[in-house]
């Protein structure tokens, strides 16, 4: 079966122009909100706050369930499904713009049925369809990412057809608006139904393939190198000027997430074996943290994010995940090194979250939103003549401490951000000095941010979203409770126990099983594989804390229930939704770590800290099984693995097999190519340039990585070039030259700062392929493409650093079609010689001479 263009033509004009992608967001205009109609629709009674918020529209909403797809069944409609989430600035901009407006909700009444889901709630829903959307983008050669809020448009069974994030109201120059968007929809649903229902086919049936979870094929060596090859990867990574991992030189303005996954990781690793230079990196990603935008210096607490590489200025939504991430990171970093600076942000991290994000019943709140009004940040940010009428006499000194201008840099206010020469002097300070700061500049301000704090208090407050969720209570317990001994707050841990006993008790359903959520004082919704394991997690913390045998226990009859509700018994590893729940277009296993650890990485850790404390072997042996299924993933993407890579660490102490990961190789230059340790060798292959991503999208058919045969660039002569292409299994790429002339053959293409060319380039011969129905073979890559060549570099070059963009232009196909073409781009920085230097071959195994026959020049 394969894709009917024409549908695709009618939907590429439709929805490729209307989408915008989450980094256009921020130019758009947001109107305030007007006033709500006393009128209700299906969402008056769901207890989420996002879906409340949507419950006076005049869009005739439904909650996800079976009524609105027997509904869409019954009259043949399609489904309109729109995903947020409460603290979402962009998903309240299209409540307002889009869902407020009476026309627009009269064509979504008429002609379609329309789904609301908050995506914190069903996170199992929103993995499906965000992968669907990018499989639908990628399917008509949109640019396009995802982003929140998720339009996207079903058929009556729940395949998606079509989709986009923001729509505006209206058409405007480059982007069509709403209605058109509908309109054609409709016109393709009425005339071309047939070609449109097959189209859905295809975009499900590779969502499906795409979240299927992965088989272990060849068996990787569980050792310390997958925590060396992490911990040079996500090392290599740091912005050397303004700290913040992941940093991207070709977008070094790019907005910057606290990545405390991350963090913690490279933490963890530094206790084990030390790394100066990485520790200095680190040091330098927390202080800039501490003094930037993205920290609440008035009221506590982390933003969600930063839009700018100086972490200056916030998307200001505040999480209870990153809350509690961050404090173990902050906790960490004092509890090594003594800071007074980390001590007293991971307190007022802590202060915030009792003060601000804590239930009555002790439970915590899921998040604080944006904006106020309509206007993002309003709550948050401050004017000058503010601070003078506030803090009078020693308003100056704070204004030139906090950096605040007549003329704010954004445009609603000033953000805060302190200067860091406003740190203590001294970038350490022992345990005693750092118990009360009183003395210290980092806490000369704190009467004047208590000022603020007051006068902030009786400002109009951002929405807060009072659900309380499993999961991200269990990192916020276990946050408390590590955090209670390094801090010397015993309080900390009655904080923790007062959440645990509360999860425990009243977030169970009839048969005793964990449930999701609890908001508007009901529990509901099965619990998802993140919900068990960040709780676990949590409980363990609480027994490290207090050595009180019931949070054990608890922890222990949490951890049998996810065995026996979640474990793939024939492949390993666990589902993220429980064996009960219900059936959707996809059910996957979670391995990558994002805004949180992954639900796999987490559990191995636990099953492996159960086992050492129960003596029960048969819980290591469920670790292992879950590391090795997923140490493939682990090998050939190691910074969006983390975790789990500090779990094969864990799991080698437990049996007694580690001899620590090997840090030695890893400076504090940022660079791509960092020591990548194959599991079969002996020597280590160092990368000249890789794909820089954190993870590969999961809809990524060709990975690549280059290598030279020299450690360094030699000025006046030639080092040999390779570059290694991983095609996804069942995927093939056209070979070069290619077989037929309207074929697009895979080619690469060099460009060098330094003046360096490529000559010479010898791709390898293909094989014969044959369409199902075709007569003619056309010649392929499968599996590994190695394209070899030379680079010459000009001798004036010497004694500087080269940057280096490597292209790779291919056309994907399988058995069904072929996707649009396509280049991905290999980035790497690497020295010139100096003349007469000596440079030294490297990547021996690699650069043998190639067999003859096998290639042939371009």
């Known amino acids: 079966m394969r894709l009917d263009r024409r549908v695709l033509v009618t939907l590429i004009g439709l929805v490729g122009s209307a989408v915008l992608c989450e980094r256009d967001l921020a130019s758009q205009e947001a109107s305030p909100p007007g006033n709500k109609a006393e009128r209700t629709n299906r969402l008056a009674t769901e207890s989420s706050p996002y879906l409340l918020l949507h419950a006076h529209n005049p869009v005739d909403w439904y909650p996800w369930g079976p009524e609105a797809f027997e509904k869409a069944r019954k009259e043949n409609k399609l489904v309109f499904l729109s995903v947020g989430y409460s603290s979402c600035y962009w998903c309240h901009v299209m409540e307002r ?4 407006n009476e026309a627009i909700a009269k064509t979504l009444n008429e002609h379609f049925v329309c789904i609301k889901v908050d995506r914190e709630e069903r996170p199992d829903i929103d993995d499906i369809y965000m992968t669907a959307l990018q499989v639908y983008f990628q399917m008509i050669g949109s640019p396009s990412n995802g982003g929140w809020p998720l339009s996207m448009f079903l ?24 209605p058109t968007v509908l309109e054609k929809l409709l016109d393709v649903w009425k005339n071309q139904h047939e070609q449109m229902l097959a189209n859905a086919d295809i975009i499900s049936n590779e969502t499906q393939r795409l979240m299927r979870p992965k088989i272990a094929l060849k068996t990787i060596e569980i050792n310390d190198k997958l925590t060396s090859t992490a911990f040079a990867a996500i090392a290599s990574s740091f912005d050397p000027e303004f700290g913040g991992i992941d940093f991207n030189a070709r977008n070094p303005e790019g907005p910057k997430f606290p990545t405390p996954t991350k963090l913690n990781f490279i933490q963890q690793v530094l206790r084990r074996t030390p790394n100066p230079e990485v520790a200095q990196l680190l040091d330098l990603t927390l202080i800039q943290m501490a003094c930037g935008g993205i920290r609440d210096h008035v009221g506590g607490g982390f933003h969600r994010y930063s839009v700018d590489r ?9 999480m209870l995940y990153d809350q509690a991430q961050l404090t173990d990171v902050f906790v960490e970093g004092f509890r090594t090194s003594h800071n007074p600076v980390y001590k007293q942000v991971a307190e007022e991290i802590l202060e915030f979250v009792t003060r601000e994000m804590t239930s009555p019943e002790g439970a915590f709140y899921s998040a604080i939103d944006a904006e106020t009004d309509g206007i993002e940040g309003e709550y948050f940010v401050w004017e000058a003549s503010e601070i003078d009428d506030i803090l009078g006499d020693s308003a100056e000194r704070f204004k030139e401490a906090y950096r605040i201008k007549d003329l704010s840099d954004f445009e609603h206010g000033n953000v805060l951000r302190l200067s860091p020469r406003r740190l203590p002097k001294s970038a350490t300070a022992t345990q005693d000095e750092g118990k009360g700061l009183a003395n210290s500049e980092f806490d000369e301000f704190t009467a004047d941010r208590k000022k603020l704090l007051a006068v902030r208090n009786l400002r109009k407050k951002p929405l807060r979203d009072e659900k309380v969720l499993t999961c991200w209570n269990g990192l916020m317990i276990g946050a408390f409770a590590r955090a209670a001994s390094p801090l ?3 309080e900390y841990v009655r904080v923790a ?15 005793g099983r964990l449930l999701h959520v609890w908001t508007g004082n009901q529990a509901k919704l099965n619990a998802y594989l993140d919900d068990y394991a960040f ?5 363990l913390a609480l027994y490290d804390a207090t050595e009180d045998s019931k949070w054990l226990k608890s922890a222990k009859r949490l951890q049998d229930e996810q065995l026996r ?15 009960h729940h219900e059936e959707l277009l996809a059910r996957t296993k979670n391995s990558y770590d994002g805004v949180l650890p992954a639900g796999n990485s987490v559990s191995a850790r636990n099953l492996i800290r159960l086992s050492k404390l129960t003596g029960i072997e048969a819980y290591r042996e469920e670790a292992r099984a879950t590391i090795e299924l997923l140490a493939s993933s682990m090998e050939q993407s190691p910074r969006g693995l983390a975790n789990l890579a500090l779990a094969a660490t864990e799991l080698l102490e437990a049996e007694g097999e580690t001899k620590g990961a090997d840090t030695r190789e890893v400076t504090a230059e940022v660079t791509p190519a960092a020591a990548q340790q194959p599991a079969a060798s002996k020597e280590p292959l160092v990368v000249l340039a890789d794909q820089k991503e954190e993870r590969p999208k999961k809809d990524e058919l060709v990975t690549g990585r280059a290598y030279l045969s020299t450690d360094k660039l030699p000025p006046g002569g030639t080092s040999q070039f390779l570059v290694l292409l991983d095609v996804k299994e069942g995927w093939h790429i056209n070979a070069n030259p290619p077989s037929q002339e309207h074929l697009i053959p895979t080619k690469v293409t060099f460009k060098s700062k330094a003046g360096a060319k490529l000559s010479d380039p010898k791709y390898p011969k293909g094989h014969g392929f044959k369409f199902e129905g075709e007569e003619a073979e056309v010649d392929v890559y499968e599996g590994e ?6 680079v010459t570099v000009p001798e004036k070059a010497a004694g500087q650093m080269d940057e280096m963009e490597i292209s790779i232009t291919y056309q994907a196909c399988n058995d069904t079609g072929c996707r649009p073409p396509k280049t991905i781009k290999l980035t790497g920085k690497l020295a010139v010689a100096n003349r007469g230097e000596t440079v030294k071959n490297i990547n021996a195994r690699l650069f043998k001479e190639a067999p003859k026959g096998e290639e042939r020049r371009k």
Do not use: C, M
């Not at 713009?97 to 407020?100: H, R, T």
């Not at 709780?535 to 409980?539: K, Y």
């Not at 509700?565 to 064996?579: A, C, P, Q, V, Y």
């Open 497 to 511: 126990e007062k959440a645990a006993t509360f999860l425990l008790e009243n977030l169970r359903d009839p048969q």
């Open 310 to 318: 100086r972490w200056s200025v916030p998307h200001f939504e505040k």
């Open 488 to 490: 010397q707050h015993p």
């Open 565 to 579: 509700l979640f474990l793939d018994e024939t492949n390993g590893g666990f589902f993220f939704t429980s064996h």
């Open 155 to 178: 058929t009556p069974d729940a395949k998606p057809v079509a989709g986009g994030t923001y729509f505006p109201p209206e058409d405007s120059e480059g982007s069509q608006g709403f």
């Open 97 to 100: 713009n889009v869902f407020s």
């Open 785 to 790: 493409v190695a394209i070899r060549g030379v």
């Open 535 to 539: 709780l676990i997690d949590g409980l």
